[in-house]
Nanobody
Framework: QVQLVESGGDLVQPGGSVKLSCAVSGLTFSLYHLGWYRQAPGEQRELVAQ????????????NYADSVKGRFTISRDNAKNTVFLQMNSLKPEDTGVYYC???????????WGRGTQVTVSS
């Protein structure tokens, strides 16, 4: 049974930092592309960051939504079957439920976690 469990969501002041984790089980972690998405109230779910599966000796390449470039960093630990999202310089518009996703190919819908809430507010 595939499971993705997010953790680390919090209430944080603007300018603060949060690190999200997503523990993945039930699949061959290193073969999957991993992503973080967020959904704000009344908005569609959007891709925040994605890291590809390992290719050769590389740990995978990352790409980011323009709105988070330079502030967020996605990483993966293939030994621990975990993907992370380090979020710095947080803004109120970063508020939302953050979801972890694992997909075998870029075009497939993949597997989803249940999400973790991040609220950026003073």
């Amino acid at each position: 049974q595939v499971q993705l469990v997010e953790s680390g969501g919090d209430l944080v002041q603007p300018g603060g930092s949060v690190k999200l984790s997503c523990a993945v089980s039930g699949l061959t972690f290193s073969l999957y592309h991993l992503g973080w998405y967020r959904q704000a109230p009344g908005e569609q779910r959007e891709l925040v960051a994605q890291i590809t599966r390992r290719s050769g000796g590389s740990g995978g390449s990352a790409n980011y939504a323009d709105s988070v470039k330079g502030r967020f960093t996605i990483s993966r630990d293939n030994a621990k079957n975990t993907v992370f999202l380090q979020m710095n310089s947080l803004k109120p518009e970063d508020t939302g439920v953050y979801y972890c996703n694992a997909k075998r190919t870029i075009a497939s819908p993949g597997w989803w976690g249940r999400g973790t809430q991040v609220t950026v507010s003073s």
